[in-house]
């Protein structure tokens, strides 16, 4: 018996194609305008100029063997990496608070997937036709225009997904000289590699596979659930307006009307099937809140459109909450946000994007760190003078070579001594270490905890940095 219904479940099931139709309104028209924004910022930003000294005159450019990012004037080495902590914590956060509030709202309009698998659809669309020409294609048998229009659909997705790939690879080198190299065979190995890697994976991930992805690849739509609550906004079909007291007929002769339908006990909704022929995963709204759904909300611009077109009110699939849904009388949807979570999630991503926000418009041209050598703490020379020794570690974060100057203040002068030189040269992203010891005489010494380095790029007296040091000697006991 159980080995029955394992072979009944199974782990995989094999992909039955879905053909989308075509639909108008409010959430197409935003889903569209967000690929196209998405598109033109991957796009072209490897090609957008900024002019540079010390790089490619390019605004984005990831500079591995330089170790550092170029994003536009802004330039972040390895040392930076609070940043990045910074930007995946504020990015998973975002993503809880969103989905505290619009359910997948982020699979539906923002998800790399959805935006390639958006696009995909759009070039089977334009070659083969809408969604009943594509039926009728698929169905039958290879002749010469099933060839063309389904190897023409073929090449279009390998080409968007090879110029995918170029352009991921353009943000790591300057994307002029990339390509000319590319094409020439003279770009590095791991450039071909990349591009190969990424052009297979994004024709079959948007291609063949598509709402495979979010099913049983991607982690998301498994635990959103979650995060949901019955507060959480979600696309619903409202079952009790669609179904009345005898469910959903079509809108033939003698209940074609509202008032019709009512009287015979029937719902609202006319059972066209719309929304599932828009439904970019093939799932059944009307079945109730399902995994699967990515909160597109294109089968409520299908369904909008057939209420219109029958003079019903608009709403009968809409994001709405399930507490709002089950209540006697449902009021005006609306985002409801006074929730402790919600609240919290919010607070958190004001706090940390706030913080994330004030480190990069504050940081410095360098970083300093001043580390007391404590093997031994101190020593006493022969002529009883204390001697301490520092390690001074300077990291350049500008965009060209500084030379550091290194004083002190709080003790004599000459009881600091750097060696040979007292300014050392750093390159960028890179870090300078000077060894120094700071000798005084006992009296100086007893009258002496502390005292301060100060660090200054030459010509720039304005960015100084201070570190106050300690100073240990021998106490005298009391």
């Known amino acids: 018996m159980q080995k029955g219904l394992e072979e009944q479940v199974g782990l995989y099931q094999k992909r039955i194609p879905i053909f989308t139709r075509s639909v108008k309104g409010p959430f197409r028209r935003f889903k569209t305008s967000v690929l196209v924004l998405a598109y033109a910022v991957y796009f072209l930003l490897p090609w957008l100029p900024w002019s540079r000294l010390d790089a490619p005159a390019q605004a984005v450019l990831f500079d591995l063997p330089g170790r550092r990012f170029l994003i536009f004037g802004l330039t972040v080495y390895p040392q930076d990496v ?44 334009k070659i083969q036709g809408e969604r009943p020409a594509r039926v009728r294609l698929y169905r039958q048998p290879w002749d010469r225009e ?109 209940q074609r009307t509202l008032a019709e339908r009512h009287e ?62 089950a209540a006697a009388t449902p009021t005006k949807p609306k985002a409801d946000w006074k929730r402790l979570k919600t609240i919290g999630y919010g607070l958190a991503l004001v706090l940390m994007s706030a913080y994330l926000v004030y480190s990069i418009s504050t940081r410095g041209s360098f970083d300093r760190a001043v580390n007391q050598i404590r093997q031994p703490l101190y020593v006493v020379l022969s002529n009883g003078d204390i001697r301490n020794r520092y390690q001074i570690r300077i990291t350049n974060k500008s965009g060209q070579d500084e030379t550091y100057a290194i004083s002190a203040r709080g003790i004599p ?66």
């Open 82 to 125: 609070v940043w990045l902590a910074l930007l995946l914590f504020i990015a998973a956060i975002l993503l809880f608070f969103v989905t505290g509030l619009f359910g997948r709202a982020f699979c539906g309009y923002f998800c790399f997937q959805t935006l390639w698998t958006d696009f995909f659809i759009w070039i089977e669309h």
């Open 264 to 325: 015979k006990g029937v719902g609202d909704c006319v059972d066209c099937g719309l929304c599932v022929q828009v439904c970019p995963v093939g799932i059944d709204i009307r079945d109730g809140l399902q995994y699967k759904c990515i909160s597109c909300g294109l089968c409520i611009d299908a369904c909008n459109t057939i209420m219109d077109s029958f003079s019903f009110p608009r709403g009968l699939i809409r994001y709405d909450s399930e507490k709002n849904l």
């Open 413 to 478: 002068s000459g009881a600091l001594d750097l060696g040979n030189f007292r300014e050392i040269t750093v390159k960028p992203g890179h870090s300078g270490v000077v060894q120094a010891s700071v000798r005084l005489s006992p009296e100086a010494a007893a009258r002496t905890q502390n005292f301060e380095l100060v660090i200054a790029p030459r010509g720039k007296p304005g960015e100084a940095r201070t570190e106050s040091v300690r100073f240990d000697s021998p106490r005298p006991r009391g």
């Open 146 to 254: 099933k060839l063309l229009k389904v190897g023409g659909t073929h090449a279009l997705w390998l080409l968007a997904a090879f110029w995918t790939g170029i352009t991921f690879v353009a943000y790591f080198a300057y994307a002029p000289q990339l390509v000319v190299d590319f094409f020439a065979g003279a770009a590095a190995p791991a450039a071909y590699i990349t591009v190969t890697i990424l052009t297979l994976s994004t024709y079959a991930a948007a291609g063949l596979m598509r709402e495979q992805i979010c099913t049983y690849v991607c982690p998301y739509g498994r635990f959103q659930s979650v995060m949901y609550e019955a507060e959480t906004l979600a696309v619903h079909y409202d079952a009790r307006r669609g179904e009345g007291t005898r469910g959903r007929a079509p809108a033939r002769a003698g």
